[in-house]
């Protein structure tokens, strides 16, 4: 690991002050800032530890009825949160789904969203394109747990669980920066490879992710995450779907599904959303959504089996909110 700079911020201004300076990096529970930096998968001439700033943690409902989950709020407390649980089981699932117990100590629900891709040449030592090299080594290589949809030139997955429940919410992101604070929903804050692939989200110089705000979950609404992966213990997804119905009558009002495991940003298959909605939900339907969910797949040489993998799990997933 290279040398630099420590400051462990005592405000969030103090925080963006000091990540507008040269290579700042942020650290937050620094679970996987630091492998980043031991691995030499970029450096920092200094690392700014927002991990005291008590204004950042903990999750509260506003005066709008929307809640708010501070950037600094640990995993373990996502996912063992009654109010998430009861209002927004996904992400309360997703949570638990992520990692270890220890990681999920550690971890923080901001962290999560900023966390860097899992590609393992980009971990590895291959000056790829989204390192700013000159090639994707994963396009002819070892492509198995590869994007199947949105790859343009570069075909990572997004890694995080808690990033698909969070938008089959429409959530939207808080960040504070040097000119102030902003809102971003979280359908924009992912940046997909076709805009730029040497950067993962929107966040500008100096900016940090402050809060996760999650609109009223209104009565009616049934949501899930599901997560395979290759083995029993801990591990990132193959393949994830967090889904959100909510019906009118006997029909789809609201649906959005969302993968994990699958683009390098969380992907929302419209098309089968839109041929839910006005629908009853019904197996004809649920078969016709899980197939147009794939339709737009292109997998690499080694990932094909991700398509049925998520037609199947979508298949399953909407039959048991259907409670078909
Ligand atoms: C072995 C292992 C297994 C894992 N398995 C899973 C899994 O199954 N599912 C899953 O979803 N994740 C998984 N992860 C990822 C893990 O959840 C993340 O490492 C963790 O959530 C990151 O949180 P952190 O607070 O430690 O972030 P840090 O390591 O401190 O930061 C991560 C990155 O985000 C940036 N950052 C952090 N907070 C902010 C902020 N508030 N604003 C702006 N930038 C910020 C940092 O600069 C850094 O680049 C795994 C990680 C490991 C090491
Ligand atoms: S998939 Fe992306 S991160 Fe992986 S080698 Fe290709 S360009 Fe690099």
């Known amino acids: 690991m290279t040398g630099f700079s420590y400051l462990k911020a005592k405000s969030v201004k103090e925080a963006i002050t000091g990540l507008s300076q040269g290579n700042a990096r942020v650290h937050a529970g620094g ?17 700014v530890s927002i991990s005291g700033l008590k204004e950042m943690k903990g999750i509260r409902e506003t005066p709008e009825g929307d809640l708010s989950i501070g950037a600094l709020t640990t995993i373990t407390e996502v996912s063992e949160s009654r109010i ?47 390192k700013g090299g000159d090639r994707c ?26 990033a698909s429940a969070l938008t089959a919410y429409g959530a939207t992101v808080e960040i504070a920066g040097p000119a102030g604070t902003r809102k971003v929903s979280i359908d924009r804050f992912f940046v997909p490879p076709s805009e730029d692939l040497t950067r993962e989200t929107v966040l500008e110089k100096g900016e940090i992710l402050t809060a996760i705000i999650l609109p009223p979950s209104p009565g009616g609404l049934k949501s899930s995450y599901r997560k395979v992966r290759a083995r029993r213990s801990w591990d990132f997804a193959l393949a994830g779907v967090a889904l959100a119905i909510r019906m009118s009558g006997n029909t789809v009002a609201v649906a959005r599904i969302v993968l994990s495991g699958a683009a390098p940003v969380p992907w929302r298959p419209v098309d089968a959303e839109k041929a839910l909605i006005g629908n009853v939900l019904g197996p004809d339907s649920i078969k016709r959504a899980a197939a147009l969910s794939v339709s737009s797949a292109q997998p690499l040489k ?12 979508i298949e399953e997933e909407l039959t048991d909110l259907a409670g078909l």
């Open 84 to 130: 998430i649980g009861d209002r927004y089981p996904a992400l309360a699932q997703a949570a638990s789904e992520v990692a270890s117990p220890q990681l999920r100590n550690q971890g923080t629900l901001g962290g999560n969203l900023c966390q860097k891709p899992r590609c393992w040449y980009y971990r590895g030592e291959f000056h790829c394109l989204r």
């Open 137 to 162: 080594y994963a396009v002819a290589g070892e492509n198995h747990y590869h994007c199947i949809f949105g790859g343009s030139g570069c075909y990572i997955v997004h890694p995080s669980d808690t």
């Open 302 to 313: 080694h990932n094909a089996y991700k398509v049925p993998l998520f037609r199947g799990m």
């Open 31 to 47: 679970t996987d800032l630091l492998g980043c930096l031991r691995d030499q998968v970029f450096t920092t001439d200094m690392v």
